[in-house]
């Protein structure tokens, strides 16, 4: 079940992650370059609810795998950098893949 919930939220960080990229770097530009203002209210209600969701993801899964409070503080930063939920889940595909690894240590 941990895989299964580890997998989700790496493709919910992915579309978070993309949202965000989309959201600076199309809908800002479209509203400022070319007064498109729509773009940015589209662009950031679709990204405030999959912000959401991850949050909610990372509390799952903090507590369903018992990471620690740094996780928490962690995953919880890289939702604000744009391609962090990218870096994160390399962390996370290389703890899948090689399960001797303590997943912990590979995400802080």
Not at 37 to 61: C, N, P, Q, T, W
Request: glycine share 8%; hydrophobic share 55%.
């Amino acid at each position: 079940m941990k895989n299964l919930l580890l997998k989700w939220f790496r493709g919910v960080g992915h579309i978070e992650g993309l949202s965000l990229v989309t959201l600076l770097f199309v809908a800002m530009p479209l509203k400022y370059m070319a007064g498109y203002d729509e773009a940015v209210s589209v662009a950031g209600m679709i990204h405030g609810i999959l912000y959401l969701l991850y949050m909610s993801f990372v509390f799952i899964v903090t507590f369903t795998v018992r990471w620690s409070w740094k996780w928490i503080l962690g995953a919880s930063a890289v939702a604000f950098i744009p391609f962090g939920n990218f870096i994160l889940d390399a962390r996370l595909k290389k703890a899948e893949f090689m399960p001797e690894l303590n997943v912990e240590s590979i995400v802080k």
